[in-house]
């Protein structure tokens, strides 16, 4: 068991592009999380997966951002049309669990930089 | 919206002293949980605390809960250079239509040598 590992660690796009990141949960998982992270704030909740099906999907994202998780597996997040406002280190976290006690195992994250 | 605020913001103190941060949140919760963040990194769980529960431990943890006051502490004893890290708590949100875990803003611990 290798933990959650994300894909890239880093990200430096142009505003304007699009930007796709990967998500690999621990394998037994079942639930699969993605946040968001600026400079000196806490991670802020964006959507989560459990199995394939996406269940919450949070107000803070917007239409330029869509989650996938195919198989249930790993997870992709992509931004469309990218912002400076998106810049931000983008965090993944899987639970094997229900309701509310889950304790989440976090990637090493992906650090977009939109220039 | 936040729901849980940690204090201090930031905190320094020297290695081999006890580090005490505070957790308060605004709506009645299930549970709280903490995570320790080492910069540029993840998160790791630390610890959760159910509502029906005042103090928990684990090794050099000790995490109390006091819902009549609607806040949580985090006591690191004898700490550790490897200690230097941001500590988050974490609540369920206020309602099912919210976001999911909420998190703080966290505080800064720095231990110095």
């Known amino acids: 068991d290798t933990g959650v590992s994300q894909d890239p660690r880093h990200k430096i796009t142009k505003r304007g592009q699009n930007v796709t990141f990967r998500c690999d949960p621990i394998?037994?998982?079942?639930?699969l999380y993605w946040y968001r992270q600026t400079l000196g704030q806490g991670p802020e909740f964006l959507t989560y997966?459990?199995?394939?099906?996406?269940l919450e999907k949070s107000r803070l994202l917007s239409d330029r951002f869509s989650a996938e998780r195919p198989k249930g597996s790993f997870s992709t997040l992509e931004i469309q049309r990218t912002e400076q406002g998106d810049s931000a280190m983008y965090l993944c976290?899987?639970?094997w669990g229900q309701g509310e006690e889950d304790e989440q195992y976090f990637g090493p994250g992906t650090r977009l930089t939109v220039t | 919206s936040q729901q849980g605020e940690e204090d201090p913001q930031a905190l320094s103190i020297q290695e081999g002293e006890n580090a005490t941060m505070n957790c308060s949140y605004k709506?009645?919760?299930?549970?709280l949980q903490w995570y320790r963040q080492n910069s540029g990194r993840g998160l790791v769980h630390l610890i959760l605390?159910?509502?029906?529960?005042r103090e928990k431990h684990s090794g050099r943890l000790r995490v109390t809960l006091d819902t009549s006051k609607k806040s949580s502490s985090l006591l690191i004893t004898a700490s550790r250079a490897a200690d230097t890290a941001s500590y988050f708590c974490?609540?369920?949100?206020?309602?099912?239509?919210?976001?999911?875990?909420?998190f703080g803003k966290g505080t800064r611990l720095h231990i110095l040598p």
């Open positions: 394998s037994e998982h079942n639930r």
């Open positions: 974490a609540t369920p949100p206020f309602t099912k239509r919210d976001d999911k875990i909420i």
């Open positions: 997966f459990q199995n394939e099906a996406q």
């Open positions: 976290a899987s639970s």
């Open positions: 605390i159910r509502s029906n529960e």
């Open positions: 709506t009645s919760i299930n549970n």
